[in-house]
């Protein structure tokens, strides 16, 4: 919302402020403003001259030399301006002075333009006549300025006057940002009234004086509202005998500072009240009114409609229309018909001022895909009692501005007139709420200048129709607190029972995560939770593959956003690949991220979101690096078993042969593996890619953090090396297996460390090679014990076809 | 004997004298005082001696013992000081030769933020929750006050599963879950992943992520809500951060406001930063409806409530000056690792 500053002091007419005061006042009341832009800017030393005569120009044919009469005296301004004539009274600015833009209304300097006096084409020119443009504004604000050219100003006006003053550019246009609950500030006598309250003056809205002749609109038109839901009220006047023409310049003037280019006096008065009272108004020509009668009713299902703008509209029974005796003449609250718009040979025009349901005119505005100036007031939803008010203030403009002869009387549905709302008021609850100690007398005065009643006896504030935010204690606890001074109530800190900060565990396990991820030179990435369907195929994924059953976003951004992913493995490879491609080497990351898995499609109820850990890398590592990142942080999680390595079930985004299921204590908690090069590929990463990924749900229900000391044996370890030949698809893991199994109580650990294929070894055989140690807790181990053990695991790994080598 | 002696020792302390190595002074040690060394000689050959002078000789044996013994000792120490000595000049390293750091992964800036704004709130005695990201419209409006076709569902461009679930436009839901499964006091934070449909620019991105906190006692007042925030503001941006309280609305609080603090660029006299206003607006706040903690099943007339809502984005974006939002999802190392 932007006004002009005059506007509003044309009801609070003691304001007296710094645009900044204003600014900072109004904000700390709750009508944000969010900036102000003078129309004076860089307008310096800009008075009104008369050309005296105009010679031509010696050298330059397109060039003229004017002596023009600036009040103090005399200058001589050479200038191109196609449209003066001796006698014009034009802006001038003096030497030394400054105007906003060039003529040609292109973007405005930050600082403006400089002019000084010198010479063109060798006659000297002091000064300069200036065009709208120059002074910072548009024909389009200023109808009345010549197509090109210097603006020229009335006849009456005194040469030597402030020129900027007389075009009303000694102004500041605020630009509000008004909350959704405040339907009433979207209107300047809204913004006014808290104006005046803030600073403590005056507030003198107009008072809409009744109008018209000794004819009656009803005998003009008559009014059926058939939806009363959608239309709680339907106000309508008559004029008649309409002289079309421009609207006064204050009235121009406060439109344009609006952003409302001024059109002439029937709609510019509209427009007017539509700012001010900030109730939308709608004019009918009368002689396309059939049957001189309005019905409100809802359009029928594949209705077609054209507005006024020209387009063809197609409707629906939830759009109210506005109908005349044979046919449909406006969208409510939208757009008018273009068979009953406003033609310039207009005789007799009815106004509306109507309420709508502005839910309707939202949902209505949406579905036809246009939004209007009207639209975007109703569909707040307005106060119907102010409806009367303005059409009465549109009338009395018809009147004064003398553009009309306005008919007597209204015609006016409104069945169910709405009343002021009771409120129940306890001073001490609001204090008690605030936190303050603020006396009941200064409430009590808060609420008088905002307009709002009180019955002492009942004690019970009196709501007007247009505060329809005001519903309960709370509510008139912000009204004090606003006008108290949101910066007077104090600062204190909760008191009561205390309560125990913490993270909840599961936020724990994924901190220690991260921690874990961090220390082993991984970097955390953040990645959206949307992704394209197209990263099933780049991932490989067969058609039934369950990460195919992903939920879809009914209204997304566009496709690469549109379903909600199941594994953060997409995330992760964009993310290298970005660094691939602009040649980041060794890059280590991980996210923590959650997927999204429907328990049915379509979803029915909330799906399971389960947090990843996603470890990701290229470059320095392998295989067994991820591996060692995954371990480390299982056994600081406390799963302190071995974690299984299970390579049997393939994922087809994975190198074959280097993939496995993690499985712990018999469940499947990730996977790990490097990545195919069919996937790399795709998202263009050259070098090895490894990925890991771990089901934090699952993870967090095994770990724990107690920790128990086990006391650290003094009996001595014996240790045996053994090596062996095993066939190349035996796994260590299965060679591990056997050594626990047969260890038993005695085995403390065990340590690989050969493992050879090669000369000397045959051929689809390999070399591994254990060093294995054992202790007892309560005595020295005996050669005997350990050998019978020993013998033990050698029988077992015999079984799998594994011979001891000398 | 004597002489003897005396000649041996001369010839024994010249020899250490000129030793020069470990090695020699211990040669020199066998030569004279091991089992057949000559000093050992001669004290086996003190059975020659008359028995009335064998005290005195073995005296004068046994001194001149000691003296090579200390002499052998004080020897071996200077050329082992020597020697050591020797070693360090030869181990001098250039320590300005790069270093062999063991690569620390970093922190994305969105998580050194909120641990942060965590250990601020947890050092308060919040309890940082969580709630699910798809959400029922029911959470995510109805219980705060947003009831089917407010306008304020338009504002915020929710992203819908179906007609009753959604992804979350605000972490405010878990508000309403909290009061639903505990009972006052209450005092908690719940950072969390938010979705709107805005287009990805420098300034918008259709996932976020949020803070919300609410406190709810009995008694609890907005001066305190005032309090809480103005400390957490400090400790946040630094000692002499001051905030201002706006009123504003959000149907979920009232009264409502949003909240800025003094620029922690310029320290509030204005700059390009806070667009010459001094002030930044970090977060939006306000005292828990009535009708949400009805609705959510606690008594307003027993209890009261605050409740706040920060991006964490917006304050890594300012606290770590961060120009564009768009680098936040993107990776690239060579951002991450600034933080």
Known sequence: ?806 | MKEKLEQIKAEALERIEEAGALEKLNDIRVAYLGKKGELTSVLKSLKDVAPEDRPKVGQMVNDVRALLEERLENAKAVLARAAREEQMAREEIDVTLPSKKAEIGHKHPNMVALEEVERIFIGMGYEVVEGPEIEYDYYNFEALNIPANHPAKDEQDTFYITDKILLRTQTSPVQVRTMEQKKPPIRMIAPGRVFRSDEVDATHSPSFHQIEGMVIDKNITFSDLKGTLAQFAVELFGENTKVKFRPHHFPFTEPSAEVDVTCFKCGGVGCRFCKGSGWIEILGCGMIHPKVLRMSGIDPEEYSGFAFGMGLERIALLKYEIDDMRLLYENDIRFLKQF
């Open chain 1, 1 to 806: 919302m932007n006004t002009a500053l005059s506007w509003i002091k044309a009801y609070v007419p003691d304001l007296d402020v710094s645009d900044q005061q204003y600014t900072d006042a109004m904000t700390l009341t709750g009508t944000k403003v969010e900036g102000f832009e003078r129309l004076d800017k860089n307008l310096e030393k800009i008075v009104v001259g008369q050309i005296l005569s105009i010679e031509r120009h010696p050298d330059a044919d397109k060039l003229i030399v004017c002596q023009v009469d600036v009040g103090t005296e005399t200058v001589q301004i050479v200038t191109g301006a196609p449209n003066v004539k001796e006698g014009d009274k034009v802006p001038v600015v003096l030497d030394g002075g400054k105007v906003a833009g060039g003529h040609d209304g292109g973007p405005l300097p930050e600082s403006g333009i400089k002019i000084k006096k010198g010479k063109l084409r060798g006659v000297a020119s002091c000064g300069m006549m200036c065009s709208i443009e120059e002074l910072g504004s548009s024909r389009d604000m200023y109808p009345d300025a010549p197509e090109e050219g210097i603006y020229i100003m009335k006849e009456d006006t005194p040469v030597g006057a402030d020129a900027v003053e007389l075009l009303g550019l000694r102004d500041t246009v605020f630009e509000y940002e008004i909350t959704s609950n405040r339907v009433d500030c979207y209107s300047i006598l809204g913004i006014a009234r808290e104006a005046a309250v803030t600073f403590g003056k005056t507030y003198c809205p107009p008072a809409p004086a009744v109008t018209g002749n000794e004819e009656k609109a009803s005998d003009y038109i008559q009014v059926e509202v058939q939806d009363e839901e959608l239309c709680p009220r339907y106000c309508a006047r008559v004029v008649k005998n309409i002289r079309i023409a421009p609207s006064p310049e204050w009235m121009q003037r406060r439109l344009a500072a609006s952003g409302i280019r001024p059109i002439n006096n029937l709609v510019d008065i509209t427009n007017y009240v539509m700012e001010e009272f900030g109730q939308p108004m709608h004019a009918y020509d009368l002689r396309r009114i059939a049957g001189n009668k309005i019905i409100v009713r809802r359009a029928k299902d594949g209705d077609e409609f054209q507005t006024l703008d020209g387009q063809l509209r197609k409707l629906d029974r939830d759009v109210l229309m506005i109908c005349d005796a044979e046919k449909e003449v406006g969208i409510a609250g939208i757009m008018g018909g273009e068979n009953s718009k406003i033609v310039d040979d207009v005789k007799t025009v009815l106004f509306e001022a109507a309420c709508f349901d502005g839910t309707n005119i939202r949902l209505s505005s949406k579905r036809l895909g246009m939004r209007t100036e009207a639209s975007a007031k109703f569909e707040k939803g307005l106060d119907p009692n102010n409806a009367q008010a303005a059409i009465d203030r549109a009338c009395q403009l018809i009147e004064e501005l003398g553009c009309g002869e306005v008919v007597g009387g209204m015609v006016d549905c409104y069945p169910a007139p709405r009343q002021p709302r009771r409120v129940a008021f306890d001073w001490q609850q609001v204090n008690k709420l605030l936190g303050t100690d603020i006396p009941e007398q200064e409430m009590l005065r808060i609420f008088a200048l905002l307009d709002l009643g009180y019955d002492s006896e009942k004690k019970e504030v009196i709501v007007p129709t247009f505060r329809q935010d005001l519903e309960c204690g709370a509510d008139l606890a912000e009204e004090v607190a606003r006008f108290y001074g949101y910066d007077k109530i104090p600062t204190t800190l909760p008191g009561g029972e205390g309560t125990a900060g913490k993270l909840s565990f599961k936020l724990r396990v994924e901190e220690l995560a991260r921690n874990v991820a961090e220390y082993c030179g991984f970097s955390q990435a953040m990645t959206y939770s949307f992704e394209s369907p197209r990263v099933f195929d780049k991932l490989s994924l067969a058609a039934d593959d369950p990460m195919r059953q992903a939920i879809t976003i009914m209204n997304p951004l566009g496709e690469d956003y549109s379903i909600m992913r199941t594994s953060v493995i997409n995330g992760m490879l964009t993310s290298l690949s970005v660094n691939y491609n602009r040649r980041n080497k060794n890059i280590h990351l991980y996210e923590l991220g959650n997927i999204y898995l429907p328990k049915a499609l379509p979803l029915e109820e909330l799906p399971d979101e389960r947090m990843q850990l996603m470890l990701g890398f290229y470059g320095d590592g392998d295989f067994f690096t991820m591996k060692g990142v995954v371990e480390e942080f299982l056994e600081q999680a406390g799963l302190k078993k071995k974690l299984v390595c299970d390579p049997s079930r393939k994922k087809p985004f994975l190198h074959p042969g280097r993939q496995a299921e993690l499985v712990y204590d018999g469940k499947v908690i990730g996977w790990i593996g490097e990545v195919h090069p069919d996937v790399t590929d795709r998202y263009e990463i050259g070098d090895r890619t490894y990925l890991a990924d771990l089901d934090m749900q699952g993870i967090t229900k095994l770990a724990s953090f107690d920790k128990k000391y086990v006391g650290i044996v003094r009996y001595p370890a014996v240790t045996r090396d053994i090596s062996m030949v095993a066939k190349k698809e035996i796994r260590v893991g299965q060679i591990e297996e056997v050594i626990e199994k047969f260890g038993g109580k005695l085995l403390e650990s065990y340590h690989l460390f050969d493992v050879y294929e090669g000369s000397q070894i045959a051929r689809g055989y390999k070399s591994v090679a254990y060093s294995i140690t054992f202790r007892a807790k309560d005595r020295t181990l005996e050669d005997k014990e350990v050998g019978k053990v020993m013998e033990k695991i050698l029988d077992g790994l015999k079984e799998l076809g594994i011979e001891l080598r000398m």
